[in-house]
């Protein structure tokens, strides 16, 4: 707009985005106590993130456990 002296611009950005896998909305704590299907809406949630699968180890566990060293989070890339 020349008579104002502004002017209105609009961007776009294509890109890569990459979940950082130490963030700290995947730190081991935010999973204790969680079922599956808590801990897979929460993740769904975050940018990025467009499936997710959880296994629990034995069989007969519903939560994942309070122990650090018992829960592993894996992010995988894909393409």
Known sequence: DLENSTATLQIFYNGVAQLNP???Q???SMFFGK???EIRRYLLKLDH???VNI???PGW???VSY???HV???VKEVK
């Open 61 to 63: 566990i519903r939560t």
């Open 22 to 24: 130490e963030s700290k």
């Open 49 to 51: 993130v467009r499936s």
């Open 67 to 69: 122990v650090g060293e």
């Open 55 to 57: 296994k629990f180890t």
């Open 35 to 37: 079922t599956k299907d």
């Open 26 to 28: 995947l730190e081991k």
């Open 72 to 74: 592993n989070i894996i």
